[in-house]
């Protein structure tokens, strides 16, 4: 089957929804017997609706993930589960920043340590911390950075 259209989907809810309204409008007046073949047909038509809803959205080409699912079925919003997600990956992009950082300070660390104990790889060691935009010898008592930045350590 080809695949589902947002609209069509829509449409299948608003039709459900306007099911809906008419069952409670039906409900609200009930005057006994003379009404219940009235609310049994509402009623028929919106699980005809509903089938066809549940028939054309599973076509959709959305993904959700399962655990959105999982988080809805529980009755938890899923507001939530985003705003958790969020502040996951942010406690994870800070965590591999601060090991960047440690990373890049060590590799300057360790740059200046072999240029003033191995003066006859000096040569190396410049090509690669240009070629890491690493920290490039003190000048003047301030550091310069291949990126732009200065600043005294």
Not at 71 to 96: A, H, M, S
């Amino acid at each position: 089957m080809a695949p589902a259209t947002l609209d069509a989907v829509e449409d299948c809810l608003k039709d459900v929804i306007q099911n809906l309204f008419e069952i409670q409008s039906a409900v609200h007046g009930y005057l006994g017997p003379e009404t219940q073949q009235e609310l049994v047909r509402k009623i028929k038509i919106l699980t005809t609706n509903l089938a066809a809803l549940s028939t054309t959205s599973t076509h959709l080409p959305v993904q959700i993930p399962p655990e959105i699912i999982a988080y809805v079925e529980d009755g938890r919003n899923p507001d939530i589960y985003t705003r958790e997600f969020v502040e996951l990956v942010q406690k994870g992009n800070q965590y591999l920043k601060g090991k960047t950082e440690a990373f890049a300070s060590f590799r300057d660390v360790l740059a200046e340590e072999m240029s003033s104990a191995m003066p006859e790889v000096r040569g190396e060691v410049e090509r690669v911390l240009e070629a890491t935009c690493g920290k490039r010898r003190e000048q003047g008592g301030v550091e310069e950075r291949r990126n732009g930045e200065s600043g005294s350590s």
